[in-house]
């Protein structure tokens, strides 16, 4: 019995051992797909560097979750999701090594943040000031 053309495409996509190359092409061709790459553990960081732009909410989401995911674009994603950020390791990873990218994050984020009380301690550990512009 021959699986359809799709079901093949959806386990390609969904599968860790597919090579990087391939999840590029994956993603590309339909947003179904794009979800499947977004939640795979193999899945680049440039793919998911683009994934996270998606306007999929979906596939934002998964973006949001894969350790795989590029600093920058969680902090892009931390607002909208910002559980699924806190809870990713590559997040805590950026938290611990004081990153300069971490000085990029709105302040309205930090307040959700610090409502939040989900944060990682190393994440507001004197490593974040804030500045408030006199008048």
């Known amino acids: 019995m021959i699986l359809p053309e799709c079901i093949i495409l959806q386990h390609e996509a969904a599968n860790p051992t597919t090579s990087g190359e391939r999840l590029v092409e994956l993603a590309q061709q339909n947003i179904e797909l794009a979800r499947l790459v977004a939640n795979n553990s193999n899945a ?43 809870s990713n390791s590559q997040f805590s990873i950026l938290c611990s090594t004081d990153s300069p990218l971490l000085y990029q994050i709105p302040l309205s984020t930090i307040c959700l943040l610090v409502q939040l009380k989900t944060a990682p301690d190393s994440f507001f550990n004197g490593r974040l000031t804030i500045q408030i512009p006199m008048f």
């Open 44 to 86: 680049p960081p440039e793919v998911l560097k683009a994934l996270g732009m998606s306007v999929d909410v979906a596939t934002r989401h998964l973006v949001a979750t894969n350790p795989n995911t590029p600093g920058e674009t969680l902090l892009e994603l931390l607002n909208e999701f910002p559980k699924p950020v806190l």
